[in-house]
């Protein structure tokens, strides 16, 4: 399920959605929808989406290995659980016509970082990382079936997810130059929740600039707005 909230900042956004719903913070995941900065005729205000654990949108979660990603010592694969979902990746892959070799890479309270190995990795990671997105997403339906609904599996391979990062926050930066020079919006390519929310955050603080996600689905674009100034 999805539902939306609003805040004066996205800590108290979050902090309506907790109250409102129940529940506790790692049960949701946040999306930013829209940001208002405080000016002198109008208040500030941050509109969140969240998404409670189970939905499809979850695609995007926990994205950044570098900020989760703790390297184990053993990347085989312990206990039935990660050995039936290791080889479940291993077999999609296959299936697909390629070799991978699938190995834990980090183990976290409630998240699992799987790594893929592979001659054809920029294949498997696909245009903007939507078949890596794909995958990632099956391992996490495939998880739920094994009991664990609660595991946050994350897919990697050739560290996209850390360079994605990096790529996006330096695009958030030059369009809000552009932005800010011209005083015309800009509306940034279809991205996944976790990629959108990087936008926003990484936005959040600039003064003048304003973002809003746009769109219906699950790939949304993001809209950087020069505050103050019509489209």
């Given amino acids: 399920m999805t539902y939306e909230f609003e805040g004066k900042t996205e800590k108290e956004a979050i902090e309506n959605a907790v109250n409102e719903l129940g529940l506790q913070r790692d049960q949701f995941d946040v999306e930013i929808l829209e940001t208002q900065k405080k000016s002198l005729f109008k208040n500030g205000y941050v509109k969140i989406a ?34 039936k979902l290791v080889d479940f990746i291993q077999n999609v892959v296959e299936k697909m016509g390629y070799d991978a070799k699938v190995e834990v890479i ?10 893929l190995d592979s001659q054809n990795s920029s294949i498997l990671i696909g245009r903007k990382g939507k078949n890596l997105d794909a995958l990632q997403l099956l391992a996490n339906i495939y998880a739920g079936r094994l009991g664990h609904e609660e595991i946050r599996v994350i897919l990697d391979t050739e560290n996209y997810r850390i360079r994605r990062e ?66």
């Fill in 50 to 83: 969240v998404h409670t654990v189970g939905d499809d949108e979850e695609v995007g979660m926990g994205a950044s290995f570098a900020a989760a990603a703790k390297v184990v010592a053993n990347p085989v694969p312990q206990g039935e659980f990660e050995e």
């Fill in 166 to 231: 990096e790529s996006l926050v330096r695009l958030a930066y030059t369009t809000a130059d552009k932005v800010h020079q011209s005083h015309k919006s800009i509306l940034l390519e279809p991205m996944n929740p976790f990629e959108r929310r990087l936008i926003h955050t990484t936005l959040n603080d600039i003064p003048d600039i304003d973002t809003k996600s746009e769109g219906e689905g699950l790939y949304k674009q993001v809209r950087v707005i020069y505050k103050g100034f019509e489209r």
């Fill in 106 to 115: 980090f183990r976290e309270e409630k998240k699992l970082g799987i790594k």
